[in-house]
């Protein structure tokens, strides 16, 4: 199912991965939105000196998504460049479950080996998010 649009999704998270900058772990990340306006947005990882205020490369995507004038996140892949496939870590869960259904698909790749294919809700059972505050 969805072959063609995966396929951009894949090349996308790939592309942007290319230009992750990473000079200190040397672990480049790429991850690729489709978004409820029907386009892709795509976000790399950004390391800094003062190793703690880096970005993820899913931070980066939403970051762009937003700024482009999205609202809501339908499918996620992130790559990354070790062996295991590249799941999203704590703080971008949290990040996606800002924008993204339980059931949004998130499909996470390594350099090899067949992809892990999860959803936003196995990856953050019982979470808090926006519905949660009384506004
Ligand atoms: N990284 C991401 O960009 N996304 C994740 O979800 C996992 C980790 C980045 C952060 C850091 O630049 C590098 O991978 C190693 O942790």
Redesign the pocket.
């Known amino acids: 199912m969805n072959t063609d649009i995966d396929a951009q999704l894949f090349e996308a998270a790939e592309a942007v991965r290319k230009r992750?900058y990473?000079p200190?772990?040397h672990?480049?990340?790429g991850?690729a939105i489709l978004a409820d306006d029907g386009k892709i947005y795509s976000g790399?990882?950004?390391?800094n000196a003062a190793y703690p205020i880096?970005?993820?490369?899913?931070?980066?995507a939403i970051a762009a998504m937003i700024a482009g004038g999205a609202k809501r996140i339908e499918r996620v892949y992130?790559t990354?460049s070790g062996s295991m496939p590249?799941?999203?870590?704590g703080?971008?869960r949290q990040r996606l479950r800002e924008f993204a259904a339980p059931d949004t698909a998130i499909i996470c790749h390594g350099v090899e080996g067949e992809p892990l294919m999860t959803t936003l809700g196995e990856l953050l059972p019982h979470s808090f998010g926006p519905d949660h505050l009384d506004q």
């Open positions: 992750a990473a200190y772990s672990f480049t990340v991850a790399c990882n950004v390391e880096g970005n993820c490369a899913e931070a980066s992130v990354g590249t799941t999203p870590c703080g971008c």
